[in-house]
T-cell receptor
Framework: DAGVIQSPRHEVTEMGQEVTLRCKPI?????LFWYRQTMMRGLELLIY????????DSGMPEDRFSAKMPNASFSTLKIQPSEPRDSAVYFC??????????FGPGTRLTVL | GQQVMQIPQYQHVQEGEDFTTYCNSS?????IQWYKQRPGGHPVFLIQ?????EVKKQKRLTFQFGEAKKNSSLHITATQTTDVGTYFC???????FGKGTLLTVNP
């Protein structure tokens, strides 16, 4: 099993540009989570999906952030327009029912 | 909403010393999970505790869940350099993570 796959692994962009982060969860896992990690704020849950349906997006910082899960094997997190304060490592994680989370390697985003 | 606090935020030890990190929740937890993140890596699951007062061991690591299911601890006996990393606790289904405890070990 390849584990959770995230792309790109690194992204450098300029303020105002659109950024799309991608995640392929582990096959058979029914929940998917997007996290943001910074030194100041730690690991923050942005949104999570259950069976492709967004359940809780209260952690999404503002309207510039959006997430979709069109099918069980793919999810995107989009930031439009991006700002320097969005610079962070973004993790995607998936989990089977009532089990532990499996994290992807993360995408390190730098917004200049 | 639910908050999970971890202390200490940082801990530096000499190799061979013991280490403990504590996790406290503002609400009763149905379960708690512990994760370890190596520098530059991603969080990796260590263990889940479900029952009140539960104690689990993994080699040199001992995990406890409080009787009231509002706190938990991770104790490492005789730390090694391979123990370096950030240890996170996370509670309930949504997994609200604490800020973690960064452990550094001096060889």
């Amino acid at each position: 099993d390849a584990g959770v796959i995230q792309s790109p692994r690194h992204e450098v962009t300029e303020m105002g540009q659109e950024v799309t982060l991608r995640c392929k969860p582990i096959s058979g896992h029914n929940s998917l989570f997007w996290y943001r990690q910074t030194m100041m704020r730690g690991l923050e849950l942005l949104i999570y999906f259950n069976n492709n349906v967004p359940i809780d997006d209260s952690g999404m910082p503002e309207d510039r952030f959006s997430a979709k899960m069109p099918n069980a094997s793919f999810s995107t997190l989009k930031i439009q327009p991006s700002e320097p304060r969005d610079s962070a490592v973004y993790f995607c994680a998936s989990r089977p029912l009532d089990r532990e989370q499996f994290f992807g390697p993360g995408t390190r985003l730098t917004v200049l | 909403g639910q908050q999970v606090m971890q202390i200490p935020q940082y801990q530096h030890v000499q190799e061979g010393e013991d280490f403990t990190t504590y996790c406290n929740s503002s609400t009763t937890l149905s379960n708690i999970q512990w994760y370890k993140q190596r520098p530059g890596g991603h969080p990796v699951f260590l263990i889940q505790l479900v029952k009140s007062g539960e104690v689990k061991k993994q080699k040199r690591l001992t995990f406890q869940f409080g009787e009231a299911k509002k706190n938990s601890s991770l104790h490492i006996t005789a730390t090694q350099t391979t123990d370096v990393g950030t240890y996170f606790c996370a509670g309930n289904y949504k997994l609200t993570f604490g800020k973690g405890t960064l452990l550094t070990v001096n060889p």
